[in-house]
């Protein structure tokens, strides 16, 4: 039977302990604050970097400065907010990402401009809703999209000639009734369909003409009964005609 070489006859040396040169080891080492493979400062993994900050959160300050980006947006997390604040027009973007989620006022006002569609994004989800205003016309369709669903209902006309269906369509969810006839010749059916299924009765009577099946679906849901009849009769879609003979016939007409 063969047996599976030593250590001592293949060569095969155990590594060296990874600590042994770490200003740290006779400290945090020592009183288990950190470990090798697990919460480590000084290794190229994010994971490791941040279980060492989350336990260890006055080294923060101190990674600002380091070579390692994924350091530095770490470091950004659990620094104090002072000294993450100066990390505003880091080279790299994670980092600025970082300071976005922590920063407050003018600091993230002026992140609203980063070349970085992501910390535009964050920005957007954070900025109080009265200032979201100065971002309804960002060139990325994310960072708009994300304005639209925080942005105050008395600003959200201004966004319904957006030149995203996407995001007309979140404006279409969230506008009052009142106001859904501004969408009544959007270009897209399905942003029409989403606000002919929520506008008042009489708006939503004048889609039950509209060209798209799909937008006279969702006014027959809103349209007065009345107005039914002829689409149960005579609309050319089988799926509309069914969907009027059968509100009408809820209704005992």
Not at 4 to 15: I, V
Not at 87 to 103: G, H, L, N, S
Not at 169 to 183: N, Q, T, V
Not at 233 to 245: M, T, Y
Request: charge should be negative.
């Amino acid at each position: 039977m063969t047996q599976d070489p030593s250590p001592e006859t293949d060569g095969y040396r155990p590594p060296e302990n990874p600590c042994s040169q770490c200003m740290l080891r006779d400290s945090l080492l020592a009183d288990g604050r950190c470990a090798p493979g697990d919460l480590c400062l000084f290794v190229h993994s994010g994971r490791q970097i941040d279980r060492f900050l989350r336990r260890n959160p006055e080294f923060a300050e101190a990674c600002l400065d380091d070579s390692f980006w994924e350091r530095r947006a770490i470091a950004v997390r659990y620094a104090p907010i002072d000294a993450a604040a100066r990390m505003i027009a880091d080279a790299d973007e994670t980092v600025r990402r970082a300071v976005a989620t922590r920063v407050e006022g003018e600091s993230l006002l002026h992140l609203a401009r980063d070349p970085d569609r992501e910390v535009r994004v964050t920005v957007a989800s954070r900025l109080p809703p009265a200032m979201l205003g100065k971002m309804m016309r960002d060139p990325d369709y994310a960072v708009r999209l994300q304005v639209a669903r925080r942005l105050p209902h008395g600003s959200l006309p201004q966004m319904t000639d957006d030149p995203d269906p996407v995001v007309r369509k979140e404006i279409a969810r969230r506008l009052p009734a009142f106001a859904l006839g501004r969408l009544a010749r959007d270009a897209d059916p399905e942003v029409r369909a989403l606000a002919a299924g929520r506008m008042l009765p009489a708006d939503a009577a004048t889609m039950l003409a509209d060209p798209h099946w799909l937008v006279r679906a969702a006014a027959v849901h809103q349209a007065p009964l009345d107005a039914l009849g002829p689409v149960a009769d005579n609309d050319p879609e089988e799926a509309v005609r069914q969907l009027a003979s059968e509100r009408l016939s809820a209704a005992g007409q």
